[in-house]
């Protein structure tokens, strides 16, 4: 059976999830959800560290490590029900690419509760790391780069320039209709590179690609 990887860009509370595989060496999309990673899609919810800011530092530490539980739930879920469904294309789902933020390692929840920059990072660490633990539960290969690389990286991986990388990325997507925005197409390209490990055909792929 074919290799799939899913391809995921992450945001408080939601996540874009782009399942990508091959065909004789060309990627293809195999699905496209907008996946939430919160049960109560509310601002409290989304914004965890926001709303533990407001609370004791214990009543915080216990309301976030809820959501935490919360949104690996879901992401598992979501991982799950793709690697149910890939199969019936003729892929099985074996990597996980994700998207990663630029910032450093996070201190303990009291310095982070202190300073809102910090707060605004630690929201979407949160779930970031709710993805990865969900993939890691789900057998998948964990690939990750940082956002602001995705487009350098992915470039010099497979010898196109980033334009050229977009304007592929959005021909893949057109099929789908929207959503298909940056995030999408970032996921995308986020699971590109995780399967480059699996088949270096993806470069003829791109070398041929119009």
Not at 197 to 204: A, F, I, Q
Request: hydrophobic fraction near 40%.
């Amino acid at each position: 059976m074919k290799q799939a990887a899913i391809g995921f860009r992450v945001h408080s509370g939601w996540a874009a999830m782009v399942a990508v595989g091959l065909e004789n060496g060309a990627p293809s999309v195999l699905a496209r959800e907008r996946v939430h990673l919160v049960e109560t899609f509310s601002y409290t919810f989304r914004q965890p560290y926001h709303t533990a800011e407001k609370m004791t530092l214990e009543e915080g530490r216990e309301f976030i490590a809820g959501v935490k539980r919360e949104a690996r739930r879901l992401a598992q879920g979501a991982i799950r029900r793709l690697q149910s469904e890939i199969p019936r294309q003729g892929y099985k789902l074996t990597r996980c690419g994700l998207l990663q933020a630029s910032g450093r390692p996070l201190p303990d929840l009291e310095k982070v509760l202190a300073s809102h920059a910090l707060i605004h990072t630690a929201d979407g660490e949160l779930f970031r790391e709710a993805i990865l633990h969900a993939s890691g539960r789900c057998g998948l290969r964990e690939f990750t780069i940082k956002d602001k690389e995705l487009l350098d990286v992915a470039g010099r991986t497979f010898w196109v320039k980033p334009t050229d990388l977009l304007r592929r990325a959005t021909e893949l997507g057109r099929p789908l209709g929207a959503p298909w925005s940056q995030d999408e197409k970032f996921a995308t390209l986020a699971a590109w590179l995780a399967l480059h490990g699996v088949s270096k055909r993806l470069e003829k792929a791109f070398a041929g690609a119009p």
